[in-house]
């Protein structure tokens, strides 16, 4: 039997990205409207499974309504151009699943839906409409049902003529005359002023229709409504008009062409993937563990030495170039044992096991030899894991990962077989391959981890002149060797060294958290009146929203929503949803930095080992892991307490910071040349006060608290380009004030709206932007029909040439740092980098020197039209330091 499914595009997108927070993937891709609209069109192939379907959208500005009323719709918000992105993305989704999408000039997706529903239930087939729009209820017959949308995305309630019935006393039709009465903001449909749902279902109960009311208005209760409802016939009979869906679209199609069999997750997988969709993907994918592969593996001659071997084998330490590759049993390589090292040359290929490797006298001193030149995968991950087996390594001088994680930032995959896959072949395994994924991986042995490390370094020997030739011919050849290969050798001095982390302090601190979080949940109890799990969504929907009767401002699937940016929205409304959110921090700095950080410190040095990643950001930034210390939340007093706990590791010892002020305004200064920003920088004005004082029009003492805050918000939006939409909900304000703030910017700083056009007017010619020190970034998206993907690219072609920028300079700066402290033989080492800061520790009669030093070496880093500033602190912990 067949049937129709009739969704309504607008009306669920718009749904889903009012329910959901604001998503985006890793490459910046907003995207919870189109998972959301996903959830639901998952839902309704499981539940209705239709054989015929389509998804209608509105598309242009005016219908065949504006004749009647000109005003129709007028008083809607512009679409945030966050959701606007999605909408082409939402298609393609549809596409992928084979699903129809249809809108047409002059009609609206309601129009659309209603002549199909109309057409099948003259042919008797049942038709579900999707939709969260109550006008759609006037088409429901015995064969055509509405699911309308409740709470959140995917909760929905089936509207027939019964539950019509029993919901409102009427017929589907009579929902014409009830908006006819009422009228519909969302539409700017007029309707009778001060006629309400409540008065009007009351007149239809009574008199039927539009026409029936209007013709017994003397008839009705009280001499306010006589006079609207007779002062307001004819907008009453308009509205009716335009509330009624048109059932006579001129459709260039019939219901046989909308027919859908099933959908094939072959074309869904690579979409759902690239939208990091993973619990969807989960739900297709038939076999969570598919088959890798098989690839045909190069077959290697290959020698293992041992004990009794080694001499016969020490001439390759002749050789002018090795590659070499260690193997680690696990991803963390302050924590992997390092079970054997492969060499490669011209012609000759030698594993070398752990235990050969550490006795043999000629490979130690090879390995140690600054001269002699090594190429690796991760020579910093590399250099690390050798170290704590006690072998030292030097002389790398070139990089497979960081080169071609420069050759294309973007490219999501840098294992060493993905990059074989990209550049040469595929003669190369991937370890998941070779090793097993999860629960099933195993460790190799013997010959077996012989051949596979060997291939790898025949792999990396043969990769070294093709990422050579294309790192220079980009223009990325200094960046790689003068500046990606030295920070990569500081990193592992750094990592090496690790930082000292107070366990008792932390212990105390813990203490004094959990006091403050007990101290915070009564004080939670007595606002509310009442005890609760503060930490259930749906026990604290209940006390704000049934017991305190806060505003509803999200829905979600299962209830109303208590996320982040709805509490910082409610907080100015009562006193406890601050406290809420102070008690979240709270907690959160208790289980993620707390425990955290005891779990990752080594109880051998008391350190904790960080690692950075510096083959991860598109824009050259350095991210850390195991734990993230880049991330330690300083806007609590008690998330800066945190820093406490970090302190030298040698007595009478202090810790340096050093930070860059405002370095991405100052790049951004400099770039777009604009003579208002450089002035402002050159006089060490205030950059936010300055915006403020240009974009509000006051003086320098007028400039309030919150007018310096949204100036700052402006300021620093703007650099990664930032919407009317996002801006208000940075600053909680409306969408026309959000978007009147940049424009006066943009008015206030010409040469910087200057600046953004010309750097995607060159994306678009070149298809990259650059930093200042050649970093590259392609858009390939630049060009793209999909105005999702388009508008990322744009923003990302106004942002990383700052961004990047930034992160070029300060890795400048380490490198010069390093070599400042060798030269002037300074005790000092550099412990951390977080992101525009740097942290040393040093002894306290060093700091003086230290002090000038690293300011002068920073701020002179880079020349710029605007000088660079660098804030420097010193003190017994990082805290103190800041």
Known sequence: MNKLVLIDGNSIAFRAFYALPLLTNQSGTYTNAAYGFTMMLMKVLEEEKPTHMLVAFDIGKTTFRHKEYKEYKGKRDKTPGELSEQLPLIRDLLDAFGIQHYGLEGYEADDIIGTLACQADGEEVPVTIVSGDKDLLQLVTERVSVLMTRKGVTDTQRYDIQAISDRYGLKPKQIIDLKGLMGDSSDNIPGIPGVGEKTALKLLHQFGSVEGVLAHVDELPGKKLKERVAEHAEQARMSKVLATISCEVPLDFSLDDLKFEDFDPVNVVPLFKRLEFKTLLKRIQKDETPAIETVEAKKLTFATVNRENTKEWEGIFERAHLALYAEMTVPNYH???????????????????????????????????????????????????????????????????????????????????????????????????????????????????????????????????????????????????????????????????????????????????????????????????????????????????????????????????????VLEKLAPRHEIVEEILHYRQVGKLISTYVEGLLKERFEEDGKIHTRFNQAITATGRLSSTDPNLQNIPIRLEEGRRIRKVFVPSEKNWWILSADY????????????????????????????????????????????????????????????????????????????????????????????????????????KDGYVTTMLRRRRYLPDIHSSNYNRRSFAERTAMNTPIQGTAADIIKKAMVEMSRALHKENLSARLLLQVHDELIFEAPEEELGILSDRVRRVMEEAIQLDVPLKVDVDSGRTWYEAK
């Open 661 to 764: 002020s405002q370095i991405e305004l100052r790049v951004l200064a400099h770039l777009s040349g604009d003579e208002s920003l450089i002035e402002a920088f050159k006089s060490n004005m205030d950059i936010h006060t300055k915006t403020a004082m240009d974009v509000f029009g006051v003086q320098k003492e007028d400039v309030t608290s919150q007018m310096r805050r949204h100036a700052k918000a402006v300021n620093f939006g703007i650099v990664y380009g930032i919407s009317d939409y996002g801006l208000s909900q940075s600053l909680n304000i409306s969408r026309k004030e959000a978007g009147e703030f940049i424009q006066r910017y943009f008015e206030s700083y010409p040469g910087v709206k200057q600046y953004m056009d010309e750097i995607v007017r060159k994306a678009r």
């Open 335 to 565: 924590r992997a044992e390092v079970p054997g090292i492969a060499l490669s040359g011209e012609g000759i290929h030698l594993y070398i096991p752990l235990e050969t490797a550490l006795e043999w006298k000629a490979f130690k001193k090879w390995l140690a030899d600054s001269a002699k030149q090594k190429t690796a995968y991760d020579v910093k991950g590399t250099h690390v894991a050798l170290k704590r087996q006690g072998l030292e390594s030097e002389g790398f001088t070139f990089d497979v990962l960081l080169a071609s994680y420069l050759i294309n930032p973007s490219e999501s995959e840098h294992e060493l077989s993905d990059i074989v896959g990209r550049k040469l072949d595929d003669s190369l395994p991937s370890d998941e391959t070779v090793y097993g994924k999860g629960a099933k991986r195993r460790q190799l042995e013997g010959e077996e981890l012989a051949r596979h490390l060997t291939r790898k370094t025949e792999a990396l020997f043969r990769l070294q002149p093709v990422l050579e030739k294309e790192l220079q011919e980009a223009e990325l050849a200094s960046l790689f060797y003068d500046l990606e290969l030295p920070v990569a050798k500081i990193l592992a001095e750094m990592e090496w060294v690790g930082v000292k982390v107070d366990k008792e302090g932390l212990r105390k601190l813990e203490k004094e958290l959990t006091a403050k979080l007990e101290e915070l949940t009564t004080k939670i109890y007595g606002l509310a009146g009442t005890e609760f799990n503060i930490n259930s969504p749906k026990q604290l929907a209940e006390i704000l929203f049934d017991k305190l009767g806060l505003p509803v401002l999200k829905k979600t699937k299962t209830g109303y929503s208590t996320s982040a940016d």
